[in-house]
């Protein structure tokens, strides 16, 4: 049986999904491995304290990273499989130069995320190729794919305090 999320659950991923901090975090943690927490500011040291702290919660609070032995922040089989679905949606931006020919790694994820979170209106009015179109199938299938294996997680950020 093929269970696929509805179009508000993939908005909704998408939007939550789609925080650069969480992008950043992810797959630096997928590209080099786990990261010691305190050297975490320094790792990525282009998230402002307050951008960091927001991400880690959100990373802990969607089960996508734990703190390993020796106080290491790893990823999860949930966070491993996020940063495949991050890897495929860049790779799709690069090969089809989208939102722009000279995009960052975080902005083509955002974008193109933001194009999966529109996807039923994709067909009827776009300015992407049919090629292109047909390539993004990839990415819309590995984020349900993702959605439909976490479906227990709260597509949310988590509260924290003011």
Known sequence: MNISPSTATVRDACAVLSSPGLIRLITEIDDNGPIPSRRLADTLADLCAHGLRQATDLARGLDLVHVRPG?????????????????????????????????????????????????????????????????????????????VANQAVQLGAPETAA
């Open 71 to 147: 106080g290491r922040l790893g990823l999860t089989t949930s966070g491993l499989e996020l940063a495949d679905v991050y890897d495929v949606t860049a790779r799709w931006a690069r090969r089809h130069a989208y939102p722009d020919p000279v995009s960052d790694f975080t902005s083509r994820i955002q974008s193109t995320l933001a194009l999966l979170a529109a996807a039923p209106v994709l067909t009827a009015d776009s300015r992407l190729s049919a090629d292109a179109l047909a390539d993004l199938t990839q990415s819309q299938d590995r984020l349900g794919q993702w959605l």
